[in-house]
């Protein structure tokens, strides 16, 4: 049986969770607890290494990929295997707000459509088998589809606002609904991952620091219990002062993170690394990878300028758009714009898209943008190299040597589609 967690926002928010895989990661520690490094063919290559400093805290570091040829490199099928959206006159196949997808050990997909209020179960195939959900405020029914993820034997958890959580089985049976810890420092808390027993939720706390960024706290919370562990503290955003409020600033480091099993992994977009944090034992792991961001150039300057008018076009008033005379621009981009961990343990890096106005979370869709590519990082942290992502594709899970996402045609209707990951010698 497959469970899953459904989370509903009071506001539809755009989703940014994942998971990283438990078992590698212990393996790993232990190799290294045992005199062995731990590190597995990912780390083949002279320019990465392994150290653990005075703390325990193992650092990996790599100068260069370990792809060296380009026969060793993965790549991405070019013509997806499974396409919901490509039937219109299908009324399955009709999606309205895609949330999260999440692809299932049978083969099948999850897809979490927050505009029609529902969880939709299709099979390997992307034949439609069954919804779960509608709107509503009552047990299994939602305001408004956030996210959605999936525990180990495939239970599913969709996110119900800063409030509560769903859960339903693979086939769609509802199971209950788990309110969430309370608000913190009268923020509401965000719901950004579930551990791979589905016995704790990764819940978000933002409060805004006194110096030149946000503070995001992440903590556990016990499903049953409500018991809370703080899992880490970081720097968020990049801000500056303003008589009204703490602004971000365009183009300026902003945190990204993601979830697998009890291990939290993070960047904050101030540096090439990414910090991870075990439940039980705080920061456990750095992976640290030789790249500079891009510079900020006049025409990024620009691009902002465009959306800073748009926005205050749509509301004259918006007192969070940025003011260019009230801040200075950093010398260089981040270079981190969100993380995914797949089923083998490897973790997937989206690079800073070159096009982006100053803020990914407010690029708007467009069809014919470059491909990303995506950095990939070995089991053992090692970095591996770059991968090509299909075209166009808004990637929102990497399980089972698929990639799966969000892909829009020229009429701006939404297909979920499956791509095959080909990984050379295996």
């Given amino acids: 049986m497959q469970i899953f967690i459904a989370w509903r926002p009071q506001r539809p928010t755009a989703a940014a969770v994942r998971y990283w895989i438990h078992l590698a990661l212990v393996a790993a520690l232990s190799a290294c607890a045992n005199g062995n490094t731990g590190e597995g063919s990912d780390l083949a290559s002279a320019a990465q290494e392994s150290v653990v400093d005075s703390a325990g805290i193992r650092i990996v570091r790599s100068s260069a990929p370990a792809w060296a040829r380009s026969a060793e490199a993965w790549r991405i099928d070019t013509t997806p295997v499974v396409d919901i959206g490509s039937d219109q006159t299908d009324p399955t196949q009709q999606l309205v707000r895609v949330a999260g997808v999440r692809r299932l050990s049978d083969g099948g997909l999850a897809v979490a459509d927050a505009g029609l209020s529902e969880i939709r179960f299709y099979d390997s195939r992307g034949v439609f088998l069954r919804s779960a959900g509608r709107g509503g405020e009552g047990p299994g029914e939602f305001t408004g589809i956030r996210s959605v993820y999936r525990c180990r034997s495939d239970p599913m958890v969709a996110s119900d606002g800063d409030r509560r959580v769903n859960i339903f089985t693979s086939s769609g049976a509802f199971v209950r609904t788990v309110p969430v810890v309370p608000r913190l420092q009268d923020r509401p808390l965000g719901i950004e991952g579930v551990s791979s027993d589905c016995q704790w939720i990764l819940a978000r706390g933002v409060s805004t620091a006194r110096d030149s960024a946000s503070l995001v706290t992440l903590y556990w919370s016990e499903l049953r219990t409500a018991v809370r562990d703080t899992a880490a503290t970081f720097r968020g ?190």
């Fill in 237 to 426: 955003m990049e801000t500056y002062s303003n008589p009204v409020w703490p602004k971000a600033v365009p183009y300026g480091s902003w945190a990204f993170w993601t979830v697998r099993g009890t291990y939290v992994y993070v960047n904050t977009g101030e540096r090439a690394e990414i910090r991870v944090y075990a439940h039980d034992r705080g920061l456990t792991r750095i992976l640290r990878w030789a790249e500079d961001g891009e510079p900020v150039t006049a025409a990024d300057r620009e691009r902002f300028e465009y959306l800073r008018q748009r926005l205050l076009k749509e509301d004259p008033r918006r007192p969070d758009v940025p003011d260019p005379s009230e801040f200075h621009y950093p010398e260089r981009k981040p270079m981190v714009a969100g993380l995914i961990t797949d089923d083998d343990g490897d973790l997937w890096v989206r690079p800073y898209p070159p096009d982006a106005p100053g803020f990914v979370h407010l690029m708007r869709p467009e069809r014919g943008r470059p491909s990303e590519k995506w950095r990939v990082f070995g089991p053992s942290g090692g970095w591996l190299g770059r991968v090509d992502m299909p075209p166009d594709l808004e990637v929102m899970d990497i399980q089972g040597g698929f990639v799966a996402g969000v892909w829009r045609d020229e009429l701006d209707v939404q297909h979920v589609r499956l791509y095959r990951i080909v990984r050379p010698g295996q």
